[in-house]
T-cell receptor
Framework: GAGVSQSPSNKVTEKGKDVELRCDPI?????LYWYRQSLGQGLEFLIY????????KSGLPSDRFSAERTGGSVSTLTIQRTQQEDSAVYLC???????????????FGPGTRLTVL | AQSVTQPDIHITVSEGASLELRCNYS??????LFWYVQSPGQGLQLLLK??????LVQGIKGFEAEFKRSQSSFNLRKPSVHWSDAAEYFC??????????????FGQGTILTVHP
């Protein structure tokens, strides 16, 4: 399909384990965003990529969270030493945004539901 | 800092009835506003967006929204609701300019239940 894909769709892990969440954006989209959706906190911005660079990491909740993007395409969000409060749905979005002055629709993937036991 | 408020956590309407979902925003400059819909287990789908120009914007699935600067509102409307419209609806504002990089700030969402 031509949409944003995320894997896995569901992930159950034990407290203290590391997890990796993957996002495949729409081909050609230069901008990529990670958001987190949790009860009580709603939808929160985590990090933004333009190409392979991450000029805005302000939403990452702690240094246990990191993300990278390679080839201007796939992105991986890594959570180290997971805690129960990390349980949430992690959403990825991509956009064809091409400059600082332009804003385009963000296309969202179906999300990864993370449960930390 | 920008913020978005959706005062109604849960709304129930009968199929065929009209619908209005409220959204208020706080933003220093002209906002770029969005409404997204999320069906259970699905990602977010864009219904409509306001960037500039005509304050009444039309979207997909028969939805429309009106931007009212004086009231800092961007309410979503539909004249006749269908059972398939049952979902959660999110209003969002995009951070424009500076180092904001276009990230979205979302409201808390409104869950819509449709009775047959």
């Amino acid at each position: 399909g031509a949409g944003v894909s995320q894997s896995p769709s569901n992930k159950v892990t034990e407290k203290g384990k590391d997890v990796e969440l993957r996002c495949d954006p729409i081909s050609g989209h230069t901008a990529l965003y990670w958001y987190r959706q949790s009860l009580g906190q709603g939808l929160e911005f985590l990090i933004y990529f333009q190409g392979n660079s991450a000029p805005d990491k302000s939403g990452l909740p702690s240094d246990r969270f990191s993300a990278e993007r390679t080839g201007g395409s796939v992105s991986t969000l890594t959570i180290q030493r997971t805690q129960q409060e990390d349980s949430a749905v992690y959403l990825c979005a991509s956009s064809p945004r091409t400059s600082a002055a332009s804003y385009n629709e963000q296309f969202f993937g179906p999300g990864t539901r993370l449960t930390v036991l | 800092a920008q913020s978005v408020t959706q005062p109604d956590i849960h709304i129930t309407v009968s199929e065929g009835a009209s619908l209005e979902l409220r959204c208020n925003y706080s933003y220093g400059a002209t906002p770029y506003l969005f409404w997204y819909v999320q069906s259970p287990g699905q990602g977010l789908q864009l219904l409509l967006k306001y960037f500039s120009g005509d304050t009444l914007v039309q979207g997909i699935k028969g939805f429309e929204a009106e931007f009212k600067r004086s009231q800092s509102s961007f309410n979503l409307r539909k004249p006749s609701v269908h059972w398939s419209d049952a979902a959660e609806y999110f209003c969002a504002v995009i951070n424009a300019g500076g180092t904001s990089y276009g990230k979205l700030t979302f409201g808390q969402g409104t869950i819509l239940t449709v009775h047959p």
